[in-house]
C-alpha cells in the first residue's frame, strides 16, 4: 500500500471540498475501500475520513420518510427498533451482510459504493473491462458468481444488501457535491456497465452521500430481505430478494420486489409485482411472482443454478412481508 | 506403571502448559521474532504452470532501492523433497518451473516493500511447456513430461497390490456394487502463515526459526542443499499456528532463507503472503476412484478392488505415501477377506499435494462408506446395524497384514446410534431431514520412519534439577494439538510432580533429541511413550536413592504430590527436591533418556510399509442434515461422534481434537475445493489457483457449525502410552461420507463427489425427476494401465506376509532412488 494523507474534515461541506483535490477518496469504515488500497487497485494520495461529520450520523423519522446518514453502520441499523419496525427489509439486509466484525465498521455510504466482487476484477493481475481493458474474463471463465440477467458486457452482480431492501422503500439517495446537493431516487442511483463501464453509482467525482430516506411501512403493510448463502458468514449472497407489499383486505397492493446478487445492479421487477397485485399472498401466489420474476434469465456456463435459488427466495421474500403485513 | 485410581493428571482435563501464553498473547509465533539488522526476504514465483527458463538477469533487482542480495536457481542447485524417493525440488528452480508459484529467485532488501519492488525487475525469459491441468492432459502421452523420473511418462507411481483372491469373494457375492466417485482437493488452511528467520551465528553456522512440523526433516534437507556439516545447522521450530499437514515438508523458502542468510552475514526473514500459503499446499490430492464391492445378503463384505487416481500437482512431496495410502486403511473398520487395490498419482501443473489431516485415507475412507450405505440399501439393512456385525476383530491381522490391537469401532457405532436416537427418530424424519452413519480408523503414527534407519521415532531426554525442577528435552513439535502439555503431564504424571515443575525444551535439533515431527497422529503415542520411559528411568534412580536416605530398603516408593515416600507409611517420605538432592548426591548429576520405536509389523510385501501403526484409532459418525431442496442449500445442525481414543490423556483436548476434526469435515464435505482454472489465451492460458485468499476459499465459520456431540471411547491399546491412540485425525474421516449419506436419506439423491454444494444437490433431484438415479459424481474412471499386481497371500490363507511374485514383476520407471538404484546397477 502507498503512503497517502488523512484528512479529517468537520462537515460535509469540508468533506467535499477536501475531496475535490484529483486523488482523494472518502473513508467510510474502510471495509471495502482497504482491501482495495492493499491489493493496488486504488491509490489515493488522501483519504477523507467521514466519521463524527455533522449530521451524517442521524438516524430519524423526518418529512422524507425516515432518514439515515451515510456513516450510519451496518450494526446500527440492525440493532436499531425504529429500522426494525418501519424498515423490516432495510433492518434483515443489514443483519445478513458481512459478519459482526465487519458490520461494526461498514457504513450505509460505503456499503451503497463498495465495488463488485468478480474474482477477475479483485485480482490486480488482469485488466479486464471493468478496469479500462477489452475483455471481460467472466464470460468465458469462472463465472459460478456471476449475473444471470443483463450479463452480455460486464458480468458483475451488485454485492450490495441495502441497495434492493432501500429500493423496496422507495428510497432517495441525498448527495452533495461541488455544485450543491442532489436528491437522486434510488431507481436512478445505478449505473449499468451498458452506461458506464468503471462505475456501478450515479456519483459525480466528489460527490458525496449524505443519507438515505426511506418511505417507512405505514398500514397493514410488510417488508422483507431474504438471500441465500452457502456460508452463514464472511459471504456475500449467492440471490437475494427484497419484497414490500400492503394488505388491502387480504390482498396485496402497492408491491416492490426487488431483486440482488443476480445482475450488475439491483432489478426491480415489475411483471412479478404485477402478478402479486390485487392476489392473496399466499404460497401459490408467491411462486407465480417468483416465476415472473425469473423470467428472461440468461444463466451463463457456470451458473444455471441460480435462476432456480433467485425462484425460492423471491417466494421466501414475498412470504415473509406478507407474513409480517399480516401481524401488523 | 502407577495405578489408574492415583493418576493426577493423565486422564484429567488438566489446563494445557501452553493455554495462558496462547490467550494473553505472549506465545511467539515465526513471524513474531526479529533479530539485529534483520533484512527481508522475497521471493519471484513464476506466473507459469509450465515453462522452461532460458534466461534470467537479476542486475536491475541488484541496484534497486534497499535490495542487500539476490539469489537464482544456480545458487542452490542441490534437489531435495521429503522422501527420499523424491528428491525433486529446489530452492529456487535451475531451469523449469511445473506450477504458477514455483519460486525462480530469492530477493533480500532493507524492507519488506523494497524486496517486493525489486521482484518486478527481475527479468526472466520463458520457454513454455505443455501445461498438465488434470487427469485428461497428465493420461494424454503426447504432452510433455512434468518430471523426467516416475513410473511412466507423467505417472508418478503406480501401485497394484492384491491380497488373497478377490475374483472368488465376488463370485460369493450376492450384490456386486461398482462405483466412480470423486473427492475434490482442499488445503489446510491454518491461520498462521508460513514464517522463517534464518540468523548466521558467525562461525559458518546457521539456526532456522520456522513455523515447521517437521524440524528433524527440515534439518535434514538444509544438511543436503547448504552442503554443511549437519552440527553447524540449527532448526528450531516455534509453535505452530495450525498445521494440519501443511507444514510438515521442508520448504523452499526456509532454505532460500537460510542461504541468504549465510551469504549476507544478516539475519533473514520471510512470512509468506495468504496466496504463497495457498501455492505451497500440500493439501489433499484431488482422487479420483473406482470401487467394486461383492456383498453377502447380510451386508458383509466378500471382496473388494479399489482403484484411485490422485492429481499430485508439480512435485513429489509425500505422494509415494500418499498413493499407497488411498488404499492402505480399507481393511482396519470391517472384515474385508478379498482385496485388490489398484493406485496411481499423477503430476499435474498444480501446487503440489500431499499430507492433509487423513492423509490419503479420507478419499478412499469417502468411497467405502458411501458404497456400504448404498449397499445396506439395496439390500434393505439398517446402515449402522449392517456395520456392527462385520467389524474387523481385535488383535487381528488384516487381509494386508496390519495388524489391529485394540479396536473400539463397535461401542462407537452403539454410541452415537444412541445418542442420536437413531432407531428411534431415522424412520420419522421430516421433509428434507436425513440422518446418515460413517466410520473410520486411523493410525496412531506411522510404523516406519520416512527415512529407513534402526533408530528411535522419538526421544524424551530429562534433566533433575536438585532445586525439584524437571526439565524436560524433545524433539516435537507444538502445533496446536497439545504435543506439548502431553509431554510435560507424562513426566509429571509418573514423577509425581505438578506441571509448574516441569521445564520444557522442545523442537530444537541441537539441544533436543530427535522425535520424528508433528505428523501421522504419531506424537503422542511415540513421544509418550519416549516420555513414560525417560520418567521411569528417572522414578527408579530416586526411589533407590529415597529408599536409602530413609532407611527403608525394598520398600515400595511412591512419587505423588510433590513428595516421595513409604506406600506403606505416607508419613515417611520427603519432598521430591529432597529426593533429587539424595540421588544427585550418591549418583552425581541425574539425568534420564527414553525412547520409542514401533513393532515391526507382519507384512514383508513390497508397499507393506504404508499402513502399519502401533495402534489404530476408530471414530462413528452420524450427521443430520436439513436440507432444502429449493435452494439446494445443505445445513448440519447436529453431529454425534464416537472415538476410540485408547485412553484420553486429557479429555478436554480429545474433545477439542474430535471438534475440529468436525469443523474441518464439514468443510471438506459442503464447501473446500482447491479449484484451479487456465486464464483466456491471452493471458498465457496459465493454469492458476481460483481463489488464493480466505475470503473466497470458502471454508466455514461458527455459523455453520453444527452442535457437536461428542463420546469418547475408551479400548486402552497395550501398545499406547497409559494405552492412548490418536485422536488428531481419525474423526475427520467419517464426517465427508457421513454427510452424504445423510442427503441420500433426506431426499433420496446420492452425492458421489465432495464437496457437495447447491447445484449438485439440484442436478441431482433434477436427474431424479427425470425418472433417473438421481446421483451427482463423475460419470467414468479412466483406463489406466496398473501393471500387474504384486499377489499376497492373506494370512487367512496361511500366508507369511510376502508377495507370490515379487521377482517377476521387478521395478517400472520407478521413484527417483529406484531410477537411480537401476542405472546404477545396470550401466548404460
Ligand atoms: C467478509 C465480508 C463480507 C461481506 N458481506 C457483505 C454482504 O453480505 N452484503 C453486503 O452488502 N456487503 C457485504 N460486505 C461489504 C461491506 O458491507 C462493505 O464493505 C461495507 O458496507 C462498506 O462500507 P465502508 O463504510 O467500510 O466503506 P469504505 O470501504 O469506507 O468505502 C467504500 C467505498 O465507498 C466510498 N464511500 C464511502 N462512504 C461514502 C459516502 N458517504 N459517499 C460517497 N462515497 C462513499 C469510498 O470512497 C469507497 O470508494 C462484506 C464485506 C466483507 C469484508
Ligand atoms: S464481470 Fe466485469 S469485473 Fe468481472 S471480469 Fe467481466 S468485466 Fe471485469
Redesign the pocket.
Known sequence: MKNFDWITPATPEAAVQAAAQAGR???????????LMKSGLREPTGVVQ?KGLTGMERLELTADGITIG??IT?AALCTDTLVQRSLPAVFDAAR????PL?RN???V???L???PRCWYFRHPDYACSKKGGDTCYAIEGENKFHAIFDNTTCNIVH????GPAFWAHDAVVVVLGPKGERRIPVAEFWVRPEEDMRTEVA?EPG????SVSCKPLSGRSGSAFEEVNEKQS????LVACAARLTLDGDKASDVRIVIGAVAPVPLRREAAEAVLNGKVPNEAAAWAAADAAIAGATPLRDNAYKVTMLRACVKNAILTAAARARKS | MADTNKRKLIGTSFRRVDAVGKVSGRTQFADDLSFPRMVFMKLLRSPLPHAQIVSIDTSAAERAPGVVGVLTGSDVPVPFGILPVSHDEHALCPDKVRFVGDPVAAVAALTEEQAQAALALVRVEWKQLDTIADYDDALDASKDLIHTYGDDHNFHKKVSLRFGDPEAGFKQADLVLEDTMFFDGNTHLPLEQHATIAVPEGDGRVAVWSSTQTPHYLHKALTKVLGLPAPWIRVIALTNGGGFGGKSDPFNHEIAAAKMALNLGRPVKITLTREEVFQCHRGRHPTLMSIRTGFRKDGSMTAQHLKTLLDGGAYGSYGVASTYYTGALQTVTYNLPHYQFDGARVWTNKPPCGPKRGHGTPQPRFALEVQLDKAAHALGLDPAAMRLKQLQPKDSITANWLRVGSMGLGPCIEAVMRGSKWLERRNAMPPGRGLGIACSSYLSGAGLPINWNHMPHSGVQLKLDRSGGVAVFCGQTEIGQGSDSILAACVAEILGISLQEIRLCVADTDLTPVDLGSYSSRVTLMMGNAAVQAAERAREILARAAAEELKLPGANIVFADGRVFDAADPARGMSFAAAVQAAESRYGTIGTTGSYTPPRAPGRYRGAGVGPSPAYSYSACIVEVDVDPATGIVRVPDVWIAHDVGRALNPTLVAGQVEGSIYMGIGEALMEESAFRRLPEKLSSALVHKFPNM?EYKSPTFLDMPRVHTSIIEEPDANGPFGAKEVGQGPLLPVMPAVSNAIFHALGVRMDQVPIHPWMVFKALEEKRRGGVGRYGPKAFPAVDYGASLDVPTPAEGGDGKARNADDIGVRGGTMSETQRQSQEKPC
Open positions: 477518496a472518502f473513508l467510510g469504515g474502510g471495509t471495502d475501500l482497504l482491501p467521514l451515510a456513516s451496518l445478513h451482510a458481512a459478519t465487519v465498521r461498514a457504513t455510504g460505503g456499503n459504493c463498495q465495488r454485492p450490495s444488501n441495502l456519483l460527490e458525496l452521500i449524505t464472511y459471504d456475500w449472497g | 475470503l
